[in-house]
Nanobody
């Protein structure tokens, strides 16, 4: 059974940084692309970033490009999201997700989800 456990969320002032982690178990981690999504109150869940199985190719939503960095450590079965220059509009619950394949194909291809971690950015 796949388990994804996020950590690292919290309250930060605008302009600050946070690093989210997602520890995975119950799967051959390096065989799957991993992603981060977020959901703000009253809004739909949206794609944030994804990384393919070997960590080489990465994808970002336009709203977070040049501020957020996704990475993974396949030896530790962990994916990270480094968030810099945070803005109040980044406030959301952030979810880690496992794709159905090695490559990132689409936002709809994610099969397993973590419980989420709250990120709150104050102005």
């Amino acid at each position: 059974q796949v388990q994804l456990v996020e950590s690292g969320g919290g309250l930060v002032q605008a302009g600050g940084s946070l690093r989210l982690s997602c520890a995975a178990s119950g799967l051959t981690f390096s065989m799957y692309a991993m992603g981060w999504f977020r959901q703000a109150p009253g809004k739909e869940r949206e794609f944030v970033a994804a990384v393919i199985g070997n960590g080489v190719r990465k994808y970002y939503a336009d709203s977070v490009k040049c501020r957020f960095t996704i990475s993974r450590d396949n030896a530790k079965n962990t994916v990270y999201l480094q968030m810099n220059s945070l803005k109040p509009e980044d406030t959301a619950v952030y979810y880690c997700a496992r794709s159905g394949s090695y490559f990132y194909d689409s936002d709809t291809d994610f099969r397993s989800w973590g419980q989420g971690t709250q990120v709150t950015v104050s102005s």
